[in-house]
């Protein structure tokens, strides 16, 4: 049994991550693992990098062919969608978001990982309003592959 199964929580060996190059072009990382009938995910990508076995099956992302567009990271339900990509000296991860308060571009936030536990701090580079607010945040690059939440602290 992986480990997730009984923690809950996903760790980057459970991933089939992208390599140092491809992140630097900013690539999705999905980190969906149900296999559950559903598929916007593949749908909606405009370089038909997303695809599924079948309508069951996780979602695979062929990262030579992703643009790192962010239109998975939006559509998803359950949020499980990232962007990633890696600059000199920091990285952007691309996020879904539904709390309130916003975040504002320039607030620095906390920066959670997938048990929900802050593991630094980030700054918000852009906010994009819809049905699921998407949050692009600046983080160190070493925690680019950790960083999948954040919280605004008062």
Same mark, same amino acid.
């Given at each position: ?34 296999? =559950?009938? +559903?598929?916007? *995910? @593949?749908?909606? $990508? &405009?370089?038909? %990098? ?16 992703? =643009?790192? +567009?962010?239109? *998975? @990271?939006?559509? $998803? &339900?359950?949020? %499980? ?29 906390? %920066? ?43």
């Amino acid at each position: 049994m992986p480990d997730y199964e009984r923690t809950g929580v996903l760790t980057e060996d459970d991933l089939d991550t992208p390599t140092k190059e491809q992140l630097r072009r900013g690539v999705a990382i999905i980190e969906c693992i149900q296999e =559950i009938p +559903c598929n916007p *995910c @593949v749908d909606v $990508c &405009p370089t038909q %990098a997303v695809s599924m076995q079948d309508i069951n099956a996780p979602p695979h992302v062929d990262y030579d062919a992703c =643009i790192g +567009c962010a239109q *998975c @990271v939006a559509i $998803c &339900p359950g949020l %499980a969608c990232f962007v990633v990509k890696l600059e000199d000296d920091h990285a952007l991860v691309t996020l879904p978001y539904e709390m309130l308060p916003l975040p504002e571009e320039g607030d620095i936030v906390a %920066a959670l990982n997938r048990s929900g536990e802050k593991i630094g701090e980030a700054v918000v580079q852009k906010v994009k309003t819809g049905d699921t607010p998407i949050i692009t945040i600046e983080v160190k690059p070493e925690l680019a592959m950790q960083v999948r939440a954040i919280e605004v602290e008062p």
